[in-house]
């Protein structure tokens, strides 16, 4: 009976252990993480295929996608900084609690 009891207590401990290294470790994720939306340079990490220093609506994907040629201010079917920078802001909801 003892031998089982143990084994429990060893169990449990060693998964509240986990348990809490896991929780220490997302919060430490979160402290990292970027407020608001991406630069124009990580933009251009991400999908400047080409590496012409623009996004063409090609390599677009995501949000961006959906709001390109709102962004592209010259209708000519690519986004440079400048259109980026010119942008309107997206509009956020009220905070979740």
Known sequence: ?????????????IVGVLSSCNLFAQQEDKKGERKGPPS?????????KNDDGKIS????????ERHFD???????GLLTEEEFEK???????????
């Open 1 to 13: 009976m003892m031998n089982k009891t143990m084994k429990l207590s060893i169990y449990l401990g």
């Open 40 to 48: 124009f340079e990580v933009l251009l990490e991400k999908m400047d």
């Open 57 to 64: 609506k090609d390599e677009v994907k995501g949000r961006l």
């Open 70 to 76: 709102e962004i592209d201010l010259n209708e000519d």
């Open 87 to 97: 942008a309107p802001k997206p509009k956020r909801g009220p905070k979740k609690q």
